[in-house]
């Protein structure tokens, strides 16, 4: 398993055990996958993001339709591993159910994609952090050889 999504893993059960003493407690604090499917469904009842809907219609097979709600509900064994991660059991290694986990307690940059995005570019910059400071350290020894020659013979004239 990549290093990145281990992180992204990590990172959705650090804001899981935040939410879940939050506003949506009666859904997070003990999960189940009835609770979990019904928080589901509260949340993207309410203008969910369009990788939000990709994410749904990934992990379920069917697009979200607030008219469906009943086909919906045969869905709940989908919610198996959600549970099982929340719960510390399992390590989910179905991608789009680790995804639907962060819809539910809002992580961001979700989903995974954006995560892996973010995470290179930062990764990115602390390499390039890390070269501007290893040519910092060369120019500051450039500079400090020039003054110590210098001085030297300074010395040298007394």
């Given at each position: 398993m990549s290093?990145?999504?281990?992180?992204?893993?990590?990172?959705?059960?650090?804001?899981?055990?935040?939410?879940?003493?939050?506003?949506?407690?009666?859904?997070?604090?003990?999960?189940?996958?009835?609770?979990?499917?019904?928080?589901?469904?509260l949340i993207f009842e309410n203008n969910p993001t369009q990788d939000d809907l990709n994410v749904f219609r990934n992990l379920f097979s069917l697009d979200f339709d607030h008219t469906k709600k009943n086909k919906f509900k045969e869905q709940k064994d989908k919610f198996r591993p959600i549970e099982t991660f929340f719960k510390g059991e399992t390590d989910p290694v179905n991608i789009d159910a680790i995804n639907m986990a962060a819809i539910l307690v809002d992580f961001e940059p979700r989903p995974f994609k954006k995560f892996h995005d973010k995470y290179r570019t930062e990764e990115g910059k602390q390499i390039e952090n890390s070269e501007k400071k290893v040519i910092s350290i060369f120019k500051w020894r450039k500079r400090y050889k020039a003054?110590?020659?210098?001085?030297?013979?300074?010395?040298?004239?007394?």
């Open positions: 290093t990145i999504l281990k992180e992204y893993k990590k990172a959705i059960k650090i804001q899981y055990e935040i939410e879940k003493k939050g506003k949506h407690f009666d859904y997070l604090e003990s999960p189940s996958r009835g609770k979990l499917r019904d928080f589901c469904w003054i110590e020659r210098n001085f030297r013979q300074m010395i040298a004239l007394f």
